[in-house]
Structure formats: C-alpha cells, structure tokens
C-alpha cells in the first residue's frame, strides 16, 4: 500500500509539474504582441505579405484584408449590403480572413467581432503600392485603416511604398517596417495619433528618415477627355499634383523627391481649433 502511495504521489508530482510547465509557456505566448493588420490591395499583394512577413517576427498575426482590390475608397463603410467574411489561413500565431467589405470595414470587424477576445496592441496597414503622402491621406483606404484603429484606442501605423505596380518589389521597405513597429510596440504613440510612412522607391536605397508635415497641395487637370468607339463622352481620373512646399522643407512630399522616408503623425479630428473664435464672431 505504501509503495502504490508512492507511485500516485509520484505521478501526481509529474503532473503538477507538466501543468505548472504548460501555464507558464501560456502566459509566455499570451504576453506576444498582437498585431491586427489590413489593406486596401488585396491578400495577394506583396505589400501585405511583407507586411505579415515583418509581424511574424515580433509578435501573433491577425489579418483582415479585403476579398478585392479597394484603393481610394477612404474611410467608406458598407450599411446596405451585409459583409461576409472567409477565413483563408489559420496557424499557430497566424489568422488570416477576407472580408467582402472596405478597409475600413475589415478593421472594424476584426476590432468588434472577429477578435473580441483581445484588442490588439497595434494596427499595421499596407504595404500600400503607391505614395499616400500629403492630401491623399483623404481618399486613401490604406489610411482609413489606421484611422478606424485609432478610433477604437489602438496605436496604428500606415505603410506606402512610392512604386504603384502591382507587382512591386515591397521586401526593400521591410527593414523600416520592422524599425519602426518595434519602436511603436516599446513606446507607444501619442493619444488618438497614428503615422503616416512613406517609402521612397529610389535606386540605392532610401537616404535616411524625416518627420515632416503632410503636403496639402492639390490636384490639378485631375481629369481627361476621352470618346470612346461609340462616340460617348467618358472621363478618366489623372491629374498633376501641384505642391504646396515651396523649397521650406517641412512636406512629406519635398522629402520623399529627396529620398528620404517620411512619417507623418496624424489624427481624426479636423476640428480647426484656431478658427472657433473667429466663426463665433462670423455667425453668433
């Protein structure tokens, strides 16, 4: 009988130990970051695979990225039609859905029902093909990301890579990726603040890095004329961006024709704080 207590004591330690072991490993998984990321592209961009490919070293991968492409659709939201998701990847560390809606849309369903279970600590967009610099942060998907994470309290950064193929080579911005995410998941960013990167694609490699304003110049002759074969007028978006920086160099824009990466921190509200007095006395 003593020998038998023995053995159950024995295997009873064994098992302490295991569970002991299994709930410190959890606790050591649990405390991985959790990096929520999307797009405006698309899943089978390089863009975003960079980006998935950088996260993975540094914590647990969450992604939501639209089932097709949605450049330039801002912060739209879809309310007339429902949004159906599929989830296309699931491993240790790694979750990937699509989802039928906007960007924006895809970082509020992961933000309230596809990863109810834990807020991520930081939202990743991009890797945009194309620069999102100056005022095209207003029509651009890729921001409406950040700013949806932003909205919800979570430290956000939007990536853009200054080459607009689709098949752009995104692996030369993942050394800056990596730099920077590290360095928002140490410190964290200012309240309801995300960034804006920009990657310049130069030959050489990119000069160095500057925080800088964003370039609210505009758009000129952003349409053109055409007729197509059946003699129907019809209108394609072009246009020449005319800068507003003129040689002071504060713009993301001068920067990044230097060859330098740009990161502009940015927020939501466009409240004009310096002009409520003067609109008190203009209509009150």
């Not at 410190?24 to 490919?53: A, H």
């Not at 790694?94 to 989802?99: E, G, I, K, P, V």
Request: with cysteine.
């Amino acid at each position: 009988m003593g020998a038998k207590l023995i053995q159950i004591l024995q295997f009873s330690t064994k098992i302490c130990n295991f569970a002991a072991k299994f709930i410190k490993t959890s606790q050591m998984d649990s405390k991985r970051p959790l990096i929520l990321i999307s797009n405006d592209d698309g899943y089978d961009y390089n863009g975003i695979q960079s980006l998935i490919k950088v996260a993975r070293t540094l914590g647990d991968v969450f992604v939501v990225a639209p089932a097709v492409h949605q450049s330039g659709m801002s912060s739209a939201i879809t309310f007339i039609t429902p949004v159906r998701t599929t989830r296309i990847a699931q491993d240790e560390g790694f979750t990937a859905y699509l989802a039928t809606g906007t960007p924006a849309d895809c970082v509020k369903l992961a933000l309230s029902q596809l990863m109810a279970n834990r807020m991520p600590d930081i939202v990743l967009a991009g890797i945009n093909h194309g620069y999102n610099s100056g005022l095209n942060t207003l029509y651009s998907g890729t921001m409406a990301c950040v700013f949806e994470g932003i909205l919800h309290g979570v430290p956000s950064v939007a990536f853009s890579f200054g080459n607009y193929s689709a098949s752009a080579d995104t692996s030369i911005c993942e050394p800056i990726v990596k730099h920077v995410t590290e360095r928002v998941l140490k410190g964290g960013l200012p309240k309801d603040v995300c960034l804006n990167v920009n990657i310049p694609h130069i030959e050489g490699g990119f000069k160095g890095m500057k925080v800088t304003t964003g370039d609210m110049g505009r758009w000129i002759n952003e349409w053109e004329h055409r007729i197509d074969p059946t003699g129907r007028d019809y209108y394609w978006l072009t246009g020449e961006f005319e800068t507003a920086d003129k040689g002071e160099g504060l713009t993301d824009y001068y920067w990044l024709q230097r060859g330098y990466v740009t990161i502009t921190p940015t927020h939501v509200d466009q409240t004009d704080f310096a002009s409520m007095e003067a609109v008190k006395d203009l209509l009150l």
